[in-house]
């Protein structure tokens, strides 16, 4: 059964950072292109970042020059560093592996994001 446990979010100033992480189980983690996935109040989930078996890496304009994502393949965990952080950040995160669109139907609790003054 795969399991993905994400943590790392909380309350954040605008133009603050944060640095989520995402642990997977029950996958052979290595060999998938894993990505971040957001969704607001109201909105669609979204991809907000991706990483490749091999590490290239891929941002939405939205997100592009303040989110980086980097995985451990050892400790089958991927991460999702936000920096310059906006109010329309605010949302709750998730992962799961991709392929045209999310690979698994179970889903974490995901980690809220809440970028507010």
């Known amino acids: 059964q795969v399991q993905f446990v994400e943590s790392g979010g909380g309350l954040v100033q605008p133009g603050g950072s944060l640095r989520l992480s995402c642990v997977a189980s029950?996958?052979?983690?290595?060999?998938?292109?894993m990505a971040w996935y957001r969704q607001a109040p109201g909105k669609q989930r979204e991809v907000v970042a991706t990483?490749?078996?091999?590490?290239?890496?891929n941002f939405p304009n939205s997100v592009k020059g303040r989110f980086t994502i980097s995985r451990d393949n050892a400790k089958n965990t991927v991460y999702l560093q936000m920096n310059s952080l906006k109010p329309e950040d605010t949302a709750v995160y998730y992962c799961?592996?991709?392929?045209?669109?999310?690979?698994?139907?179970?889903w974490g609790q995901g980690t809220q994001v809440t970028v507010s003054s």
């Open positions: 799961n592996a991709v392929a045209g669109g999310p690979v698994f139907v179970s």
């Open positions: 029950g996958m052979i983690f290595k060999i998938y292109t």
């Open positions: 990483i490749t078996s091999g590490g290239s890496t």
